[in-house]
């Protein structure tokens, strides 16, 4: 018989493997949820895990938006548009794009705020 705190345990593994399945092996399903029921333009981020080769090949034809995201402030990419405080960025919705169809990549040092600033989208 399992002991309570070791299915506490197995359990716990299991949400951790499935979120981690869902998050790594499935970003295009996380893709598609991001941009058609949250939020009402296409996204890119560094939620969806973009490789550096490939931003480089996006920053040569730029079409998008790019906005730091990063607080403090540590400096910025070339080619940025904007800097607007992760947190802060419904405040600032009159910096984004009119249009809506306008990609827009969120960046920031490591990802967690760029992360927590597509739900403001």
């Known amino acids: ?27 295009d399903i996380l893709q598609n949820i ?4 949250l939020i009402s333009r296409p996204v890119i981020s560094a939620s969806l895990a973009i490789k550096a080769k490939e931003f480089g090949n996006l920053l040569k034809k730029k079409d998008f938006t790019l906005i730091n995201v990063h607080t403090p402030y540590e400096g910025e990419i070339e080619k940025t548009d904007i800097f607007i405080v992760y947190n802060d960025l419904a405040n600032n919705s009159s910096l984004l794009p009119f249009d809506k169809t306008t990609p827009i990549i969120l960046y920031c040092k ?8 597509v739900v403001a989208l």
């Open 110 to 117: 490591t990802g967690r705020m760029s992360a927590e600033a």
């Open 34 to 37: 991001l941009q058609t029921s």
């Open 1 to 27: 018989m399992i002991k309570p705190k070791n299915l506490r345990l197995i359990i716990l593994f299991g949400l951790v493997a499935l979120i981690a399945y869902l998050l790594g092996a499935r970003q």
